[in-house]
């Protein structure tokens, strides 16, 4: 299931899919399976991506 609200927040912060993996040390296509809802991060992933769009790392991991 697609994580809409990661995507939401990604653009709030006006950023692309690459920047975004570009600053959490993943491929953009990793990045954009994480979107996608095909994968979930790790936690320590989570963290880095919660820092930059200011999400909860938690929101990965609920039903």
Known sequence: MKRVWLVEARKQKDMSQAKVAHAIGVA????????????TPSPDIATAIGAILNVPREKFFWP
Do not use: L
């Open 28 to 39: 953009p296509v990793t990045y954009g399976r994480y979107e996608a809802g095909d994968r």
